[in-house]
DNA sequence: TGTAATTTTGACCACTTGGTTAAACCTGTT
DNA sequence: AACAGGTTTAACCAAGTGGTCAAAATTACA
C-alpha cells in the first residue's frame, strides 16, 4: 500500500542528514533542509516536530552506522597485531567514505558529551575487551609494556586526526593539492598499522 | 595619561576570547560577551565594528600566541629524537593550560580554512626544515624510511586528539573521571614521544 | 462520486540577534 | 562655570530564525 506521503519522511531525513553532517546543528537552518528536500518547512515539523528532534533522529542513524563496526571489531577474536591492521584499514576506509564525520561529531561532542558516551555504550562498545588482549600480549612479552588506554587512544587520534584537521594540514604540507591528500590519506591504511606495531612489538 | 575608557577595549577583547574560545562564533553572543565584560553591548561596536572584526581580533591573538613557538621548535637544531620529546612535551603542556584550543581551530578550520593557512604561515612555520631533518637521518640510517609527512601528522594527531576527543575518550575509557583523564593526559607528554622514537628508531 | 482524513502549503508570529542612534555622561580645558 | 571631546548607555531597528495555523490539495474509502 503507497501511501499518500511516498517517502516524505524519509527525504526529509535524507536531506536533514546531508545539511546536518555538513555544517553542524548550529549553522544549519530548517529552510535549506527544506529546500534540499524540495518541500514546504512546515512538513519538517508536521513530520518531527522540532530542529532538536529532526536532529537527534539524524545523529542516531549516524551513530548506529558507525559504532557497531567499531564494537565488533574491537571483539573480534583474531591476534592483536591483525587487529591493528585491520581496525585501521576499515576505519580509515570508512572515515574516507564519510570525510565530515570527525567534526560533526567533535563538534557535538562539545554542545552533549554525556549522551554520546550512553549512545556509544548502547550500540555495544565495549573497550574492556580489548584492554584485556592488550594486557595478556604484555604479559606474554610480546609487546612492550604500555597502558591500553594510551594505546587505543593512539590509535583513534592516528585514524581521526588528518579528517578533523584536514583543510589546515592539506594547506601547510601538501601545497592545497586535493589529490595528493587524498594519496596520503589512502596510504595511511597501512602507514598508520605500521607505525603503531612498529612502536609496541618487542625486539 | 589614563583616558577614560581604563582599558575598556582590553576589557572587551578578554571578555571576547573567553567566550568565542569556549563556545566558537556562531554560538557566541554579543550580548553575553558584554555582559562578561561588565558594559553595554554596543560599546564592542564602538571598539571593534562588528561582531566578526572582533572575532578576527581575537582569532588573530590566539594563533599569535599558539604558533610562533611551534615554528621556533620545529627549526630548532638539535638532534631529531631530542626534538621530537621537546615538541611533544612542549605543546601537549600548552595544551594542557588551553584544553579549549583544539575544539577552537577545528571549528574555524571548517569556516575559513585558507586564511588560517595564511596566518599560519604568516607567522612563520616552515615544515621543510623539518622535513629535510628527517629525511637526512633517514639517508644517516638513524631511523626507518618514512614519509615525513607521514610522521608529522602522526606527532601532530598524537598531541591534539586527545584534547578535541576528551569527552567522549573520558567518559568511554575513563568512567568520566577528570582526575583520571588529567592524569593520562599529564603522562602522554612521555608516552607521546617515547611511542613516535619506539617506532622509527632503527634497530 | 462524495466525503472524511491526511498531507502540503503560504502566510504569519514571537523571539533572538547583530547592529544603529540620539541622548546622557564624564573629563579635561579655558 | 561653560564648553568640547570622546565615551557610555538605553531604546530601537531590520533581518533571520524556529515554529504555528488555517486553508488548500491530495488521498483513502464508503
Known sequence: MIKGNQGTEERIFEAAKNVFVKKGLNNSRMQEIAQEAGMNKALLHYYYRSKEKLFQAVFNSVMKRVI????????????????????????????????????FFIQEIQRNPQQIVEIIKKYGIKPEVFFQQIENEIKAGNIIDIQPQQLIVNLLSLCVFPFAARPVVQGMI??????????????????????????????
Chains 1, 2 share one sequence.
Open 68 to 103: 557497531p563496526p567499531i564494537a565488533e571489531m574491537l571483539e573480534k577474536e583474531i591476534p592483536l597485531f591483525e587487529k591493528i591492521e585491520f581496525i585501521v584499514d576499515r576505519y580509515i576506509n570508512s572515515l574516507i567514505s564519510n570525510p565530515q564525520i570527525p567534526v
Open 174 to 203: 601538501f601545497e592545497n593539492d586535493k589529490k595528493k591528500y587524498d594519496q596520503f590519506l589512502f596510504e595511511r591504511k597501512k602507514e598508520v598499522s605500521k607505525f603503531i606495531i612498529n612502536s609496541i612489538r618487542k625486539k
